[in-house]
C-alpha cells in the first residue's frame, strides 16, 4: 500500500489542473483559515472576557465538554438542509460548511484564552492594580501577555481540528483534500483515498508547526523558557584576592598596584 501511495502521489498527472494536489490543497487552506479567522474573532475575546470576570466559567467547561460529542457529519447535514433553500450559488455549500468547522473550533480557542488568564499568577494582578490599572489595562497589559501560551495551545489544538474536518466539505459539494477520499471512495480507487489522508495529516502537521513557531516568537521570553541559557541568570565572576579590599562590609575592586 505505501508504494502505491508513493506511486500516486508521484504522479505528475496529480500535480496539475482544478483536480490537482496543489488545487486542492489551496483550497483546503483557504477553508481551513476562513473557520479558524471566525472562530478566533468570536472566541478568543469572550474566553478572555470570561477569565478576567470570573464569570461563565460553568458555560465555558460544559461547552467544551459538549463539543466532544458534536457529530460533525451529522450537524454538516443538518445545516445544508437548513440552509441550502435559502442561499445560491457557492453559498449554499459554502456557509454550512464554515458553520460546522467554526463551530468544532470555538470550544478549544475559547478554553485556551480563558484558562490562559485564569491561571495568572494573582499577585502579578495585584501589582498592577495597585500601580493604578484599570480593569482593562490589567487584562492588556498583564493577564493576555501572561495567557499568551495557553492561547496559543488552544489556538494549534482548534487548527488541528479544523484542517482535519475541513474533508467534509467535499461532502457538501466543495473542494480540498477531502474529493481524493470522496472521489476515491466512489470509484474504490484506495491508492487515491489513502493519499489524500496522508495529505490532510502532513498538511495539519504543518500548520502545527507554523504555529509553534508563531508561539515562539509571540510569547516572552521569560514565559517560553527561551531565557534559561542566558539572560537573567547570573554569571560567577572571578576577582583576584590581592586586588580587593573590604569597606565597611561591601567588597570593593581596587587597580592591582603596578
Same mark, same amino acid.
Given at each position: 500500500?505505501?508504494?502505491?501511495?508513493?506511486?500516486?502521489?508521484?504522479?505528475?498527472?496529480?500535480?496539475?489542473?482544478?483536480?490537482?494536489?496543489?488545487?486542492?490543497?489551496?483550497?483546503?487552506?483557504?477553508?481551513?483559515?476562513?473557520?479558524?479567522?471566525? %472562530?478566533?474573532?468570536?472566541?478568543?475575546?469572550?474566553?478572555?472576557?470570561?477569565?478576567?470576570?470570573?464569570?461563565?466559567?460553568?458555560?465555558?467547561?460544559?461547552?467544551?465538554?459538549?463539543?466532544?460529542?458534536?457529530?460533525?457529519?451529522?450537524?454538516?447535514?443538518?445545516?445544508?438542509?437548513?440552509?441550502?433553500?435559502?442561499?445560491?450559488?457557492?453559498?449554499?455549500?459554502?456557509?454550512?460548511?464554515?458553520?460546522?468547522? &467554526? &463551530?468544532?473550533?470555538?470550544?478549544?480557542?475559547?478554553?485556551? %484564552?480563558?484558562?490562559?488568564?485564569?491561571? &495568572?499568577?494573582?499577585?502579578?494582578?495585584?501589582?498592577?492594580?495597585?500601580?493604578?490599572?484599570?480593569?482593562?489595562?490589567?487584562?492588556?497589559?498583564?493577564?493576555?501577555?501572561?495567557?499568551?501560551?495557553?492561547?496559543?495551545?488552544?489556538?494549534?489544538?482548534?487548527?488541528?481540528?479544523?484542517?482535519?474536518?475541513?474533508?467534509?466539505? %467535499?461532502?457538501?459539494?466543495?473542494?480540498?483534500?477531502?474529493?481524493?477520499?470522496?472521489?476515491?471512495?466512489?470509484?474504490?480507487?484506495?491508492?487515491?483515498?489513502?493519499?489524500?489522508?496522508?495529505?490532510?495529516?502532513?498538511?495539519?502537521?504543518?500548520?502545527?508547526?507554523?504555529? %509553534?513557531?508563531?508561539?515562539?516568537?509571540?510569547?516572552?521570553?521569560?514565559?517560553?523558557?527561551?531565557?534559561?541559557?542566558?539572560?537573567?541568570?547570573?554569571?560567577?565572576?572571578?576577582?583576584?584576592?590581592?586586588?580587593?579590599?573590604?569597606?565597611?562590609?561591601?567588597?570593593?575592586?581596587?587597580?592591582?598596584?603596578?
Amino acid at each position: 500500500m505505501i508504494a502505491n501511495i508513493l506511486s500516486w502521489l508521484a504522479d505528475p498527472a496529480h500535480w496539475s489542473g482544478d483536480d490537482g494536489i496543489p488545487h486542492r490543497l489551496w483550497e483546503h487552506l483557504w477553508y481551513s483559515a476562513l473557520a479558524l479567522g471566525i %472562530a478566533a474573532v468570536i472566541a478568543i475575546p469572550i474566553g478572555l472576557a470570561i477569565g478576567h470576570t470570573g464569570r461563565g466559567r460553568f458555560f465555558v467547561v460544559n461547552l467544551a465538554g459538549a463539543a466532544r460529542a458534536i457529530p460533525s457529519l451529522g450537524l454538516l447535514y443538518l445545516m445544508v438542509l437548513w440552509l441550502f433553500p435559502q442561499l445560491s450559488g457557492d453559498s449554499a455549500f459554502l456557509v454550512p460548511s464554515e458553520i460546522v468547522l &467554526v &463551530v468544532l473550533a470555538i470550544p478549544p480557542m475559547m478554553s485556551g %484564552a480563558y484558562a490562559g488568564v485564569d491561571e &495568572v499568577d494573582p499577585a502579578a494582578r495585584d501589582a498592577a492594580k495597585g500601580m493604578g490599572m484599570t480593569g482593562l489595562e490589567v487584562l492588556r497589559k498583564v493577564e493576555v501577555p501572561c495567557a499568551l501560551p495557553l492561547v496559543f495551545s488552544g489556538v494549534r489544538s482548534g487548527a488541528l481540528q479544523v484542517v482535519a474536518t475541513t474533508t467534509i466539505a %467535499a461532502v457538501a459539494g466543495l473542494g480540498g483534500l477531502g474529493r481524493f477520499l470522496i472521489d476515491g471512495q466512489k470509484v474504490r480507487d484506495f491508492p487515491q483515498m489513502a493519499s489524500g489522508a496522508v495529505l490532510v495529516a502532513l498538511l495539519a502537521l504543518a500548520v502545527d508547526l507554523v504555529l %509553534a513557531l508563531a508561539q515562539r516568537y509571540a510569547v516572552s521570553p521569560g514565559l517560553s523558557g527561551r531565557m534559561t541559557r542566558g539572560g537573567n541568570t547570573p554569571n560567577d565572576v572571578e576577582i583576584d584576592t590581592r586586588t580587593r579590599t573590604v569597606d565597611t562590609g561591601r567588597l570593593t575592586q581596587k587597580p592591582a598596584e603596578q
